[in-house]
Structures are given as structure tokens and as C-alpha cells.
């Protein structure tokens, strides 16, 4: 655990500006680049809506629940805007070229984001055979394939990752090896900036009604997405496993109350029952402890043909990296 107690991830952004006084300057302008782009985003779509009177930018503005493709790109790039101005400036005010959002130590690994897609889509796969973990199967419903697929698909697969990337950079890339630069205890970082990120889901519609079991389920995964963040030293592996959960819960397997929108190709409904509502939790904390455990041992295990060696084992970090 040497990698956590003096991780480069945090070691090598203390230069140039990384202390307090910064940091909260940093966040506070940072905090100020995100209102002002997300009032801006929808000032410039009010406009659109007002004076070119663009139907579908009308429908939008003026309509609380977008499940159409179109209207789901404007609320993706609606959130994934913002937090990337937040952490562009942030970064900025700090001395870091925004390229180290993305490869805090490395050059961005290609190879590592191929790992990171193979083993998540054989755990899942895994996952969907292993009796316990196939919550809602029987109730699924397939929605059926249309040409809106064909013409939106790859379009919102592109606003997913600007959603995704934008809140990773946001609290890994930025929040998370800063507050680790100016704190000496090596888990404060990651506990902070785990529970910031879980209190910013809290309103989403999917998390209400399961608060008690989704947001210690959701804490755990994002400690256990920050400690291979940190052991890697790079963004890689949060960035695939954030993109391929919301492309998951949003075009392929959502409940229909929730996440489910006109591309999602299978839906079902929230279980009635008591009893099957609370078998839905215990499955639900049984399939991410399942995932988790596959994850680490894919990335951690020595003898895996995943393998990836910690930051103290793999060739100190260059200036060109941060």
C-alpha cells in the first residue's frame, strides 16, 4: 500500500501553485467558470428558443422530463459543459496545462482504456449468468430497434462521454490530486472527494427512492474507482468505467420511471412488491461487491494478463506527463 501512503499521484502536484490558498482560489474560480458557463449554455439555448423559435430547442426549455434523443443531448452537454469550464479554470489558476486533467502523470494509455473496456464488458457479461445478480431480468421489456438509433446513437454515445469525462476530470482530475497535494493523510482525499461526488448524485431521480442502499453502495465504488485511479495514475480506467455505466443505465438497461429515454433498447418497471423491491437491494449491493472484486483482481493480480503494476513500480513520472 506504499503507492497510497506516498502516492506520486499526489507527490508531483506539489510544485508552483498547489497550496492552500491556491487551491481554494482555485475552487472558488472554478466554482464561478461553472455557473457562468451553465447560465451561459442556457442562455444561448433560451435565445434559440425564443427568437429562432427552433422547435426542438422550444421543447426543451420549456419541458421538465427529455427523453427524446435530441433533448438528451442538450441535458447531457447541459451538465458536461459546465464541470469541464470548472475544471479547466480551476487547473488553470494552479499552473497546469489542462492536458494533465486527463494524464495526470502518464501520457494518456491508450492500452489501458482497451484493458479497461475488456475487462468490464467480460464482468458484465459474467454478471448477467451468475444467478443473484440478474435483478429485473424477468421484467425486462425490449423497446425494439429504429432508424433514431441508427441516426442518434453514436451522437449521444459522444454526449455520454462529455457528461462522464467532465465530472471525472472535475473531482479526479482536479479535486482529488490537489486536495491529496495539500493534505498529508493519505485518505482524506479520496474520502472527501468520494463523498462530494455521491452528495452531487443524491438528486438524481434513480437514486431517491433507494438512498439508504445506493449511497453507501455508490461511496464504496468511488473509493474502489479513486484507489485504481491512484495506483494507476492516470484517468483511464474512470473514464471507461463512468462512460460505460451511464451508457449502460441509459440506452440498454434502465428502469422506465428513471434513466429510460426513446434509445433505450430494454426497460423495465420498479417492483410493487415489498418483497421484491427489497431482493432488488440485496442484489444490487451483491452484483457491485461481485464487480469490484473481479475489477481489482483483474488489475491488481500480479499473474493477471490485465495487470497493471502500481505507480511505485512503473517508471517515475516526467515533466511531459503532468
Not at 131 to 153: A, C, N, Q, R, Y
Not at 234 to 252: A, C, D, K, Q
Not at 262 to 269: G, I, N, P
Request: charged content about 15%; proline content about 6%.
Amino acid at each position: 500500500m506504499k503507492f497510497l501512503c506516498v502516492s506520486a499521484f499526489f507527490e508531483t502536484q506539489r510544485q508552483g501553485r498547489w497550496a492552500w490558498p491556491w487551491l481554494l482560489l482555485g475552487i472558488i474560480l472554478g466554482i464561478f467558470g461553472l455557473v457562468a458557463s451553465d447560465s451561459l449554455y442556457y442562455w444561448i439555448l433560451y435565445f434559440l428558443a425564443q427568437y429562432l423559435e427552433i422547435q426542438w430547442i422550444v421543447d426543451f426549455y420549456y419541458t421538465e422530463t427529455h427523453t427524446t434523443p435530441p433533448h438528451l443531448i442538450l441535458m447531457l452537454l447541459g451538465v458536461g459543459i459546465p464541470f469541464w469550464a470548472a475544471a479547466i479554470v480551476g487547473t488553470l489558476v494552479q499552473g497546469r496545462s489542462v492536458k494533465s486533467l486527463m494524464s495526470p502523470l502518464y501520457g494518456f494509455r491508450w492500452g489501458l482504456v482497451g484493458k479497461s473496456f475488456l475487462v468490464v464488458s467480460l464482468v458484465t457479461a459474467l454478471l448477467s449468468v451468475i444467478p443473484g445478480t440478474g435483478s429485473d431480468v424477468p421484467k425486462l421489456e425490449f423497446t425494439g430497434i429504429g432508424k433514431e438509433h441508427i441516426i442518434w446513437m453514436i451522437p449521444v454515445l459522444l454526449c455520454i462521454f462529455i457528461q462522464t469525462s467532465g465530472e471525472d476530470v472535475l473531482f479526479k482530475g482536479y479535486y482529488l490530486r490537489q486536495l491529496g497535494a495539500v493534505t498529508r493523510i493519505f485518505w482524506v482525499a479520496p474520502v472527501l472527494v468520494a463523498a462530494i461526488f455521491v452528495a452531487a448524485h443524491i438528486g438524481n431521480p434513480d437514486v431517491v427512492d433507494k438512498l439508504w442502499i445506493l449511497v453507501p453502495v455508490f461511496f464504496i465504488n468511488e473509493l474502489f474507482i479513486i484507489y485504481l485511479t491512484i495506483r494507476t495514475g492516470g484517468m483511464e480506467i474512470p473514464l471507461v468505467l463512468h462512460w460505460f455505466n451511464n451508457t449502460m443505465i441509459m440506452l440498454f438497461l434502465a428502469e422506465r420511471t428513471t434513466q429510460a429515454n426513446d434509445l433505450t433498447l430494454w426497460v423495465f418497471d420498479k417492483p410493487l412488491n415489498a418483497a421484491d423491491y427489497e431482493a432488488s437491494d440485496i442484489e444490487m449491493v451483491i452484483t457491485a461487491l461481485i464487480f469490484n472484486g473481479f475489477f481489482l483482481l483483474a488489475f491488481c493480480w500480479s499473474r493477471s494478463p490485465f495487470y497493471v503494476p502500481p505507480v511505485t513500480e512503473q517508471e517515475p513520472p516526467t515533466e511531459k506527463g503532468l
